[in-house]
């Protein structure tokens, strides 16, 4: 008899459950597209793995691709040649920064994954996850475009194709 009387309360207990988590990831998508709009990029500053230092101040009045990633991420390995398209097309105009996240992965390992893939655009290690925690970024891959005045015009969170790039690149280029 109890077993009767539980399975409602549970079915109801699931219900309200998933009815919260839309609710609130619809809230969260919400709060990341308003902000998104009109939030200026945190400052991202340190030594790249083959190109020197990076300073996203070096790049004021240029559009800039920030892609967060790490080496053991199948998803982040699928993007990087797009990404390696979209730069060799957009480099001259848009500054690009790969941000490798440092939870599993060692340095090392981001610089073997770059050299094996044949990505020339500027990479550096997020010691500490610094830039991961400005930019809250929570999956991977992630990549932010941000207009020329550096305020993030999008968040894409997940792979990118070469299509999708180039639609967001030619959108902060104003083309």
Not at 26 to 53: R, V, W, Y
Not at 126 to 145: C, H, M, R, W
Request: aromatic share 10%; glycine share 6%; proline share 5%.
């Amino acid at each position: 008899m109890n077993r009767i009387i539980d399975i409602p309360i549970n079915q109801k207990i699931h219900k309200i459950s998933w009815i919260f988590l839309i609710s609130w990831l619809g809230m969260l998508i919400t709060i990341n597209c308003a902000n998104s709009e009109e939030q200026i990029a945190k400052p991202i500053s340190g030594e790249t793995f083959f190109h020197g230092n990076f300073d996203l101040d070096m790049h004021v009045g240029k559009p800039v691709l920030i892609n967060f990633w790490f080496p053991s991420c199948p998803p982040c390995r699928a993007e990087m040649p797009d990404l390696q398209i979209a730069f060799e097309k957009y480099g001259e105009d848009v500054a690009f920064i790969g941000i490798q996240q440092m939870g599993s992965d060692s340095e090392k390992m981001g610089i073997e994954f770059i050299r094996e893939l044949g990505l020339t655009y500027p990479v550096m290690a997020d010691f500490g996850s610094k830039v991961q925690a400005n930019y809250e970024i929570l999956s991977f891959p992630t990549t932010v475009f941000l207009r020329k005045d550096h305020s993030i015009s999008r968040v894409w969170t997940g792979i990118i194709d070469e299509q999708q790039l180039n639609q967001e690149l030619d959108a902060i280029l104003g083309i």
